[in-house]
């Protein structure tokens, strides 16, 4: 049996489970993840960086759970996920002491975040910048004083967006002409704070709950924190739902100096297994594949999306192509389960499957 192995080799190693900022029961059962662990930079970037920046922007910091900006201009900071329908909290508030204030919110922007803003300027706020939109306005009458906390909800679906200010709806508008985009902060001169991000994707069915797994409470898989931790020697887990044909799977993943197995149709179908493979800290070179280049460094989390339609697989990590439109052999099943299995040390977080209606 020929199998086209997709391994991707990195240097990782373990660094502590950040707590993420707390969602609500509520907001757990819709399908809300957090975008902030309120301790780094997990799931952000700077101007197109795809793990933890070696030299963070000396006007973005992070102190008791808050993201603080000082001020100064770019770079803006963005999401290393792009977004397509979704619903997306957040809170902040101005503490400049002049009185003034100037930020943005980015919605489906470009991976750098500099259009589709929501204008968070003072007399300005919820207004649409650099957007192409029909309906948009600002709304500063819906704001609190500056120093208090503001809660924003924005909810995209298609063409549409609609916009909650302190849970009042401010607008709703139409011909949004953007679909797809990365959700990011704006650094505009004025001192700002943000906490509490969180996203729901509409249209994703997420796999994070034990409930999604077959017998999850016998494959020796446990929690830690946000994420399913894998220690030696566990069971596959395996999908409770086996008819997944075609689809998008997105999951982040963070390797323990171990390895592990994504099957993308059925445990048994080796020709589509994608590999997570770790190895030692000592290592001087990647391993085998140029494909490591692909990976963020020790410690830190990637962003894996696999993409099945037909009888091909695409294969994208940390924003770059690693196997576009390659072909599944003869023989694989059509519609099968997602599985993780052969997993030593591995964690993995944030798993939800797109299927793709033809």
């Known amino acids: 049996m020929k199998q086209i192995a997709f391994v991707v080799f990195v240097v990782l190693g373990y660094a502590g489970p950040a707590a993420a900022q707390k969602l609500s029961d509520e907001e757990i059962k819709d399908g809300f993840v957090s975008l902030f662990n309120g301790k780094d930079w997990s799931g952000w970037q700077f101007g197109l960086g795809h ?39 957040l809170e902040w508030r101005a503490v400049n002491p002049k009185g003034n204030y100037n930020s943005g919110v980015y919605i489906r922007s470009g991976r750098k975040v500099n259009a589709n803003q929501l204008n968070l300027a003072k007399g300005g706020e919820a207004g649409p910048v650099s957007m192409k939109i029909k309906g948009a306005k600002a709304v500063p009458d819906l704001q609190k004083p500056q120093g208090e906390w503001n809660e924003w909800k924005v909810r995209c679906v298609g063409d549409t967006v609609k916009l909650w200010c302190n849970d009042k709806l401010a607008w709703e508008a139409t011909e949004f002409k953007d679909r797809k985009g990365y959700l990011g902060l704006q650094a505009e001169g004025a001192a700002m704070e943000f906490r509490n991000l969180r996203v729901k994707e509409i249209g994703w069915e997420s796999l994070n709950a ?11 898989w446990k929690r830690n924190g946000d994420a399913l931790a894998a220690g030696s020697k566990v ?12 689809y998008v799977l997105r999951l982040e993943w963070k390797s323990l100096e171990g390895m592990g197995i994504v099957g993308v149709r059925g445990l048994s179908a080796e020709e589509m297994w994608f590999w997570l493979s770790g190895i030692a800290k000592d290592a001087k070179t990647l391993l085998g594949s140029s494909m ?10 990637n962003y894996l999306e696999i993409r099945v339609v037909g009888n091909t697989a695409s294969v994208r990590q940390n924003g770059k192509m690693l196997r576009d439109n390659t072909a599944i052999p003869a023989g694989v099943p059509v519609a099968e389960a997602i599985s993780l299995h052969r997993c030593d040390d591995i964690m993995i977080r944030n798993v939800r499957v797109q299927e793709i209606k033809k």
């Open 51 to 89: 793990g933890l920046p070696e030299k963070v922007p000396a006007n973005w910091t992070i102190k008791d759970g808050v993201i603080h900006l000082t001020g100064g201009g770019a770079p803006h900071l963005g999401t290393q996920w792009d977004y397509d329908d979704f619903e997306f909290r």
């Open 210 to 220: 034990n409930a999604a797994w077959k017998d999850f409470d016998a494959t020796g």
């Open 235 to 246: 069971k596959p887990l395996v999908t409770a739902k086996n008819d997944f044909k075609d």
């Open 292 to 301: 490591g280049a692909a990976s963020n460094p020790l410690g830190q989390w």
